[in-house]
């Protein structure tokens, strides 16, 4: 059996690059991709637009898991971030009076539950959200979470680095 330590952390953005700020979780990613190669750090990264249940399987073999999206119920440039095992399911959807902060098949805490409950996985769960107002097709993502991008890399970066000290 794999030890937790000897694991990476699975970091999965989800979005559409073509759908304005829709774009912040694969950009985010690529942002990542860019650093983690100039640190000590390893982690596998994932780009989806449309996250499903077979990812339950890569979250079970992680250490941990981090899920970067854009969410239409957070005022717009805010960065949301989430322990998904504490989190109350309305602390998702709250904010500006929208249903619902995703428009994925699968939701983050489902695919942890998934992990969960298939493979008895058992490690960190965590969330961060952009706040975003513009998911037009065809436009590119606002200089409002351009800018958030790199904030989001570092926040992801800050809990890999503490994740790995002893």
Not at 68 to 95: C, K, R
Request: with cysteine; net charge negative; hydrophobic share 45%.
């Amino acid at each position: 059996m794999t030890r937790q330590r000897d694991r990476n952390w699975l970091i999965i953005g989800f979005g559409n690059e073509i759908s304005g700020d829709d774009a912040f979780g694969p950009a985010v990613i690529d942002e990542l991709r860019r650093q983690l190669p100039q640190l000590s750090i390893s982690a596998d990264l994932i780009s989806t637009r449309l996250p499903g249940p077979e990812l339950a399987e890569k979250i079970a073999a992680s250490t941990g898991v981090i899920f970067v999206d854009a969410a239409a119920d957070i005022e717009p440039g805010a960065l949301v971030y989430l322990d998904l095992h504490n989190a109350q399911p309305a602390a998702v959807g709250a904010g500006r009076g929208r249903a619902s902060a995703f428009s994925h098949y699968c939701q983050p805490q489902s695919l942890v539950g998934l992990a969960e409950t298939l493979y008895e996985w058992r490690g960190p769960a965590f969330l961060l959200m952009a706040g975003s107002d513009n998911f037009e097709i065809g436009s590119s993502i606002s200089r409002t979470l351009s800018e958030q991008i790199l904030s989001a890399a570092e926040k992801i970066l800050a809990v890999l680095r503490q994740a790995e000290t002893p």
